[in-house]
């Protein structure tokens, strides 16, 4: 059973960063496809960044990251990072990594971590 946790969501003013962590158990960490995602209520979880299986090679970022944030990971501690820059009030969700052996939709979630930006 694969578990993920995610953390390191925080309130923080308009143009600061946060790092967001996901460790994972329960797989082989270095052939899984990791993602985040993030979610408002009412609307639909979007895509915020998708990275390689075996390769520290981001594969997409969604269109409003406009190279503000930056996804990476850490095989040799299970881990993956979303570093994010120049934060916006609209950042502000829900952020759920996801993990899969394809390119599709995660087959398992985080449990969350909230992201708030405001001044």
């Known amino acids: 059973q694969v578990q993920l946790v995610d953390s390191g969501g925080d309130l923080v003013q308009p143009g600061g960063s946060l790092r967001l962590s996901c460790a994972m158990a329960g797989a082989t960490f270095s052939i899984i496809v990791m993602s985040w995602y993030r979610q408002v209520p009412g609307k639909e979880r979007e895509l915020v960044a998708r990275i390689s299986s075996n390769t520290d090679t981001p594969l997409r970022y969604g269109d409003f990251v406009k190279g503000r944030f930056t996804i990476s990971r850490d095989n040799a501690n299970n881990t993956v990072y979303l570093q994010m820059n120049n934060l916006e009030p609209s950042d502000t969700a829900v952020y759920h990594c996801?993990?899969?052996?394809?390119?599709?939709?995660?087959?398992?979630w985080g449990q969350g971590t909230q992201v708030t930006v405001s001044s």
């Open positions: 996801g993990a899969a052996y394809t390119l599709g939709l995660p087959a398992w």
